[in-house]
């Protein structure tokens, strides 16, 4: 079983929907928590970074993070096509001088003009 | 404008010959990583350094290696060991002991 679960998609929406991305995850030492949006042959760009449980907002996105349940999500309020892309969750522990994050495979989600 | 640089962007090579792979970063970063990304799967950390001189493996190190001369420069080979060497590499960087990493746009390596 991987450490971080994440539904590969591909997911279709049409424009101006909600969209809700999830992570599950094994490791209970994880704290920190990131989103990252990646274009097609383009870098990871970090969108959202959360420590801990709780909420965090920015503009059109929405982090939330239940330890309890090691569940974490990306809402997008909103979407607009230039929202077409993958989107990776990581995450990492407080532990360790060396701060090696854990990737999702990556969720591909499309928004419909 | 301060960031990360990979060259080249696409890159072809022969089975048996090494590689290297070039990341710069001017954000006077102090730990930069590679990872390796293949299709549907995730990031997966190659080596990382956290230091000038000094630097770890990561979770698929074999049949690569790297240098870390100077705090902005951070080359990873591609050696004719390792196995299955075309994917997507990815350099990153951050504050050191800060959890916030940020990457390059990536260098695409196929080997035929």
């Known amino acids: 079983q991987k450490e971080v679960e994440q539904d590969p998609g591909p997911l279709s929406v049409p424009e101006g929907a909600i969209v809700s991305l999830n992570c599950t995850y094994s490791?209970?030492?994880?704290?920190?928590f990131m989103w990252y949006r990646q274009y097609s042959r383009k870098g990871p760009e970090l969108l959202m970074y959360t420590y801990s449980s709780g909420n965090k907002e920015d503009g059109r996105f929405t982090a939330q993070v239940d330890k309890s349940s090691k569940y974490i999500s990306l809402f997008i309020r909103d979407s607009q096509p230039s929202d077409s892309a993958t989107y990776l969750c990581a995450m990492t522990s407080t532990s360790g001088s060396a701060r090696q994050l854990t990737f999702g495979s990556g969720t591909q989600l499309t928004v419909l003009p | 404008d301060g960031g990360i640089t990979q060259s080249p962007k696409y890159l072809f090579r022969k089975e048996g010959q090494n590689v290297t792979l070039s990341c710069e970063q001017n954000l006077n970063h102090d730990a930069m990583y590679w990872y390796r990304q293949d299709p549907g799967q995730g990031l997966r950390l190659i080596y990382y350094?956290?230091?000038?001189?000094?630097?770890q493996k990561g979770d698929i190190a074999e049949g690569y290696s790297v240098s870390r001369e100077k705090k902005e420069s951070f080359p990873l080979t591609v050696t004719s060991a390792q196995k299955n060497p075309t994917a997507f590499y990815l350099c990153a960087s951050s504050e050191n002991d800060r959890v916030k990493q940020y990457f390059g746009p990536g260098t695409r390596l196929t080997v035929t």
């Open positions: 490791n209970s030492a994880f704290q920190y």
């Open positions: 350094s956290q230091i000038v001189n000094d630097f």
